[in-house]
């Protein structure tokens, strides 16, 4: 049987990955209310749809400061891909390439900078950095990046210390002894991360543009006091994110956050949105709402757990499809057309 939808790949790697690494990628925080309601604020939103709206050509492309992707979905900077693929990020990597979106590689790559780029060259790709205790390593990286053709840097703001995340204190979680985070190889032991460095400020946005010509997006904002700083101190877009629920537990979901980050941005900067994207439908209500893209966590790692590239690509394939769809239902023929008429909040 085909697969239909993101729901029949998540139901694929929780029977097949191994139990510690469908936990990891599975796991939020202490109660895991945050990831949940990622999810479920989705369904608080309702469509007004407009009928009648001649939807016979479709536009879904978008663009990320000012490169065109093919469809408003990129792929989120996620950890130890080799846990889901024995390809790991390099299929990642090309899986968007042959979908022309963006990808962001995470610091915590299980394959090289150099091996990703390699993998799909051309593709349009960003680099995830957390900042480390060791300021030689966090700059070394960034300058790999730049070097390697990565056209963006994203600088994940909300993990000053890893987030209680149950399941993996009870299995012990470390990766197996023949995968490695390949870009920080002979740097340190960074499995406890506990060398991520707590005291980084907005501040170290200046420390940043003084290493690299790359444009500089935050992850991580949900709030409107930290969209202004973010403005202020010269990035050129915005996150929106909880990391899936994994950091502080009980914050909002980022749906929800999105709202009051666009209204305080007023299209200074993009914004985007991660978390709890699992329909073409909340895709549009994403972008009703304000966000220029999103990205996808968790069902990226669920594709590559299916068929590796070809099942990420199929993850990617269903949502450009259900983006079209609820795209037209609702009365758009554009991503331009797309906005806050489109959408109201229930009052369930």
Partial sequence: MGMVCLSDFEAYAKKYLPKIAWDFFASGADDCSTRDENILAYKRIRFRPRMLRDVSMMDIRTKLLGTEISFPVGIAPTGFHQLAWPDGEKSTARAAKAMNTCYIASTYSTCTLEEISAAAPGGLRWFQLYIHRNR???????????????????????????????????NGFRLPPHMKLKNL??????????????SVTWNDIYWLRSLTHLPIIIKGILTKEDAELAVRHGVQGIIVSNHGGR???????????????????????????????????????????????????????????????????EVLRILQDEFRLSMALAGCASVSEIGPHLVQFSKL
């Fill in 136 to 170: 030689a390593v966090s700059q070394q990286l960034v300058q790999r990046a730049e070097a390697l053709g990565f056209q963006g840097l994203v600088l994940t703001a909300d993990l000053p210390y890893t987030g209680k995340r149950r399941d993996d204190v009870r």
């Fill in 185 to 198: 190889e002979g740097a340190f032991e960074v499995c406890k991360m506990s060398l991520l460095d707590p």
């Fill in 247 to 313: 950091q502080l537990d009980g914050g909002p979901a980022t749906i929800d956050a999105l709202v009051e980050v666009a209204a305080a941005v007023q299209g200074r900067v993009e914004v985007y949105l991660d978390g709890g994207i699992r329909k073409g439908s909340d895709v549009l209500k994403a972008l009703a709402l304000g966000a220029k893209c999103v990205f996808i966590g968790r069902p990226a790692l669920w594709g590559l757990a299916y068929k590796g590239e070809e099942g990420l690509q």
